[in-house]
């Protein structure tokens, strides 16, 4: 059975491609926010996707999740609504990761838009008790939901709570996710004082991603799912 990988950046899905490693058995989608994050999981499903995945990098609101550590979502919240994620499918995951893929297990919430200070996060994280944030994982969750199928969300910290992240960072980005190195030098020539916040913020993404390709190759294509619900 093909599982189906929603991301919000493309950069995301090409962490999941492991030399030698057949990747029949997963189909993959990324566009950044929900709405194309639900038009994705809903066209993953019409092509066989069985089972489906949230997976990319989140902001962290909790404040003692660093950069670089793996959220296995127990659940996502949005609003008044708690989605369960598949618990036989997480623990299976979990038990496949090496040792130097620093875990947490908790909720995960849901956004419509990007969380940038500390203060906003610190807020989210008094109100919803979660671990960290995406704008992704409550739209793959609620269809999900919607149709019955198994759902897990992965997703490493990229922005930990502590991090003010430039909103004009999401300006730079395609809706497929792609970086558009264009609008980001304008961007920076316009306010070449943000330089320094983007470099930690890249080096931070970097921790996100590294963790991302570890969890690709130590799980394979199926990410762990072996069909049950």
Known sequence: MAIGIVSGLRRE???LTTPGT???DKLTFAGVGPERAE???RELIA?????LVS???AGGIAPEISAGTLILARAVVFGDTI???TTSWRQS???MLPPNIIIEEGPIVGVDKMIASPEAKQRLHANTGALACDMESHSVAQVAAEVGLPFIAVRAI???AGRDVPKWVLHCLSGEGDVDYQSLILALARRPWALPALMALAGNSKKAFGALRRVARAAGPSLGFSGGR
């Open 158 to 160: 990229s922005d930990p």
């Open 13 to 15: 899905t090409h962490c």
């Open 39 to 41: 038009a994705g999981a």
């Open 55 to 57: 997976f990319g990098v």
């Open 47 to 51: 092509k066989g996707a069985g089972a």
């Open 83 to 85: 989605f369960e994620t």
């Open 93 to 95: 995951l979990k038990d």
């Open 22 to 24: 057949a990747n029949t």
